[in-house]
């Protein structure tokens, strides 16, 4: 699996949008790119996922670069709750692919 | 769905003890993961098994980690000989045939003293 960058803490004004970046640059054309967040004791929480096209969900926005080398993920209006760390993963297209690499995520602070 | 359940949710041993972790998935997931988790740290693979096979196992996962499970269903882990060393929170995801994540279980945190 392709490894990623994130930058290791970044903080978001309450009710802004929060825009949390990765890099992948080695990223294989069948590999997806997962976003994760963790709030503090509890398990990681899915958020979204994508190949090359930009997804929306309930929680989230992600926008992949055309090249694929980096994304975007964005809460659109953070809240307090939104306070996390959040990881961004790459795995291999085919079900049967294995493990997913953590990294140690972006610490996403929500400030009111 | 009630999501993944693990059991316990604390555990604190003596070290050279032996522990059991249970993790009981989303019941029509056919993947199952064990991570450990230190302090600041993300997530760590140990495991991984599609329905009862285990297919992936971590260096990490030394001989006196063992990993079960039985009939594809829930799924054990044992940790013999506990050091100080093996303090983390350990957690289970499980997944299914879709590309959707994983969904994880809330943990097992273990302390060594």
């Known amino acids: 699996d392709a490894k990623t960058t994130q930058p290791p803490s970044m903080d978001c004004a309450e009710g802004r949008a929060a825009n949390l970046p990765c890099n992948h640059s080695t990223i294989s054309g069948n590999e997806y790119v997962y976003w994760y967040r963790q709030i503090h004791s509890q398990g990681p929480q899915y958020i979204i996922h994508?190949?090359?096209n930009n997804e929306t969900n309930e929680m989230a926005s992600l926008i992949i670069t055309e090249d694929r080398k980096s994304s975007t993920l964005i809460l659109p209006h953070a809240t307090l709750r939104d306070t996390a760390v959040y990881y961004c993963?790459?795995?291999?297209?085919?079900?049967?692919?294995?493990?997913?690499?953590f990294g140690d995520g972006t610490t996403l602070t929500v400030k009111p | 769905d009630t999501g993944v359940s693990q059991d316990p949710r604390h555990k604190i041993t003596k070290r050279g003890q032996n522990v059991t972790f249970r993790c009981d998935p989303i019941s029509e997931h056919n993947r199952l993961y064990w991570y450990r988790q230190t302090l600041g740290q993300g997530p760590e693979f140990l495991t991984y098994f599609q329905n009862e096979a285990q297919l992936e196992k971590s260096r990490l996962l030394s001989d006196r980690f063992s990993a079960e499970r039985p009939k594809g269903s829930f799924s054990t882990l044992e940790i013999q000989r506990t050091e100080q060393g093996d303090s983390a929170m350990y957690l289970c995801?499980?997944?299914?045939?879709?590309?959707?994540?994983?969904?994880f279980g809330s943990g097992t945190r273990l302390t060594v003293v």
């Open positions: 993963i790459v795995r291999g297209s085919n079900t049967n692919a294995g493990k997913s690499t």
């Open positions: 994508g190949l090359k």
């Open positions: 995801a499980s997944s299914g045939d879709s590309m959707r994540g994983y969904t």
